[in-house]
């Protein structure tokens, strides 16, 4: 019987792309069943993060909720820690060793119980969403090319979650221009 030439270090390659594409394949699952404190803890990962040759800011600024908030609060709640978050590379531009930065939302415990189910939960679905968003740069950045043809990243990564069946959140849409043009286009 022949022995495969393959060498260990193109399978190890394959095998952390598998990994990788998987790791993503769960996140877009979980958010897209609504699991969202399921998926930014999963999401949180260093492990995958090293694997795929990006580093991981282990100490990222986070969003502290102290009390209760209400509507507005909770704007800008998510609005920082999408400020916070950060995939540092470009697709194009080649970075040898790009940083994702997962900014955390957390609450004190007076602010916890009292928050309103409906707005604990937008703000805990925004979070995942920034989480999802970044290792999507994560993978445009790995295939070096957009994930739905779309030359903005920010437009591909939403383009790339609405094909997927996630729902996006106002919030989400109204950064970087995004639904000005997902209005325009049709979903898949
Ligand atoms: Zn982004």
């Known amino acids: 019987m022949e022995v495969s030439e393959a060498t260990p270090k193109a399978f190890e390659h394959e095998a952390v792309f598998e990994r990788f594409n998987q790791f993503v394949d769960q996140g877009v699952e979980l958010v897209r069943q609504g699991r969202f404190q399921s998926a930014s803890s999963l999401l949180r990962s260093e492990e995958m993060a090293r694997e795929i040759g990006v580093r991981y800011d282990r ?11 209400g509507e507005k609060d909770a704007e800008s709640i998510v609005s920082a820690q999408a400020l916070f978050s950060n995939f540092d590379h470009g697709y194009k531009a080649t970075r040898e060793e790009p940083l ?9 415990d007076e602010a916890r119980k009292g928050t309103r189910g409906e707005i604990l939960r937008r703000i805990q679905q925004n979070e995942a969403l920034v989480f999802l968003e970044e290792w999507l740069h994560a993978k445009q950045w790995r295939e070096g090319k957009p994930l739905c043809g779309q030359e903005d990243s920010e437009i591909d990564v939403a383009i790339y979650m609405r094909n ?11 950064r970087h221009g995004r639904a000005a043009v997902l209005t325009k286009t049709k979903a898949r």
Request: no cysteine; glycine share 6%.
């Open 164 to 174: 997927k069946g996630i729902e996006l959140t106002p919030e989400f849409l109204n």
């Open 59 to 69: 100490h990222p600024t986070g969003v502290i909720v102290i009390k209760p908030p």
């Open 100 to 108: 994702i930065v997962l900014s955390p939302i957390s609450f004190s």
